[in-house]
């Protein structure tokens, strides 16, 4: 059974920072791309950076630019995602996903992950 689990989300002030952790268990790690996403009150969900399975790929959208930073350790099934700068437009519930892909490729478009997990809740406070 495969579980993914985020952890690390919390209430921060504009301007600083917090680290995300994602645990996947049940699969085998380096067989997935794997991406950071987040929702929004009253938004859809959108994709904010992904890695290749071997983490030479990474993608981020325009908005963290700069802020954000994705890494992952295939020895310990993690994902990690480092949050700096923050504002408060950062405020949603973050998610992990991992997609079957064993290419150099991920994406941040939320079609195709197959695994997610409940989310982790990120307040920035102005």
């Known amino acids: 059974q495969v579980q993914v689990v985020e952890s690390g989300g919390g209430l921060v002030q504009a301007g600083g920072s917090l680290r995300l952790s994602c645990t996947a268990s049940?699969?085998?790690?380096?067989?997935?791309?794997v991406g950071w996403f987040r929702q929004a009150p009253g938004k859809e969900r959108e994709g904010v950076l992904c890695?290749?399975?071997?983490?030479?790929?990474?993608l981020f959208v325009d908005s963290v630019k700069g802020r954000f930073t994705i890494s992952r350790d295939n020895a310990k099934n993690m994902l990690f995602l480092q949050m700096n700068s923050l504002k408060p437009e950062d405020t949603a519930i973050y998610y992990c996903?991992?997609?079957?892909?064993?290419?150099?490729?991920?994406?941040?478009?939320?079609?195709?992950?197959?695994?997610w997990g409940q989310g982790t809740q990120v307040t920035v406070s102005s």
């Open positions: 996903a991992a997609r079957r892909s064993p290419y150099d490729y991920c994406s941040v478009s939320p079609v195709n992950y197959g695994y």
């Open positions: 890695i290749s399975w071997n983490g030479d790929k990474t």
């Open positions: 049940g699969l085998t790690f380096d067989d997935y791309s």
